[in-house]
C-alpha cells in the first residue's frame, strides 16, 4: 500500500472503505471520493445530505414574510439559544443579491458571519440562495388556514453530525416562529 495510502486509513479525516475484492481502497475527504493508490484520480462527488425542519407559524403571511426577510426583524431571530444573538444583519433580496448576518455569544467569546447570495427570490412563496461554503438552502412558504407554514431543506456540511444542524437549525426556526407570532414582530412592523 501506498504511504498516502497508509496515511488515509490512520486518519480520523477521511473513511477508507474496501471497493472490490482485490482489496482496492478508495477514500472520502468532505463530499469527494478518491483512489487511495492515485489520489489525483476523482472517483465521484458525493451527493450532500439535505435536511429538512419546518415550523408553523400563526400570523399572515405579509408578517411572515417581513419577519423573515427585513434586517430589522432578523437580528430579534436569528440565533438558536439565549446566549446568542444576532447584532447585524444585512440583506439585498434579490437573485444575486447579498445575505449577511453575525451570529454570536452574547459574552462575546464566539461569533461568526454567515453568509449567502440568492439565486432566486418569489415573494412570499420561496427563496433559494446557495451559502458562501457553495451549500443550497430552499425555503418555501405555504398559507394554509391564516398560518404560514415555513419550510427550509438545507445540505448538510461535513464538519457536524447531520443531527445536530438539524437542531441548531430547527432551533433558529422555532426563535423565529416565536418572534413572527409575537407582538414585537407586529409593532415593528
Known amino acids: 500500500m501506498s504511504f498516502l495510502g497508509e496515511l ?17 481502497k478508495t477514500f472520502r475527504y468532505g463530499r469527494r471520493e478518491f483512489n487511495v493508490n492515485n489520489p489525483f ?16 407559524v400563526d400570523a399572515p403571511i ?3 414574510w417581513e419577519s423573515y426577510t427585513n ?10 439559544i439565549d446566549t446568542w444573538c444576532c447584532p447585524s444583519a444585512e440583506n439585498d433580496l434579490r437573485p444575486g443579491g447579498k445575505y449577511k448576518a453575525r451570529m454570536e455569544a452574547k459574552d462575546g467569546s464566539f461569533g461568526f458571519d454567515f453568509e449567502a447570495t440568492y439565486d432566486e427570490v418569489i415573494a412570499m412563496k420561496k427563496i433559494v440562495y446557495t451559502i458562501a461554503d457553495g451549500r443550497k438552502v430552499v425555503t418555501d412558504f405555504e398559507t394554509s388556514g391564516g398560518k404560514c407554514i415555513v419550510t427550509t431543506a438545507f445540505e448538510a456540511e461535513t464538519e457536524n453530525p447531520a443531527e445536530m444542524q438539524k437542531q441548531g437549525w430547527q432551533a433558529i426556526l422555532d426563535n423565529f416562529k416565536k418572534y413572527a407570532e409575537s407582538s414585537e414582530a407586529i409593532n415593528r412592523s
Open 71 to 80: 434586517p430589522k426583524h432578523i437580528v430579534n431571530w436569528n440565533f438558536a
Open 8 to 24: 488515509c486509513e490512520s486518519s480520523a479525516h477521511f473513511a477508507v472503505e474496501s471497493k472490490t475484492a482485490k482489496n482496492a
Open 41 to 56: 484520480q476523482h472517483i465521484n462527488q458525493m451527493e450532500p445530505m439535505k435536511i429538512t425542519i419546518q415550523a408553523t
Open 62 to 64: 405579509e408578517r411572515v
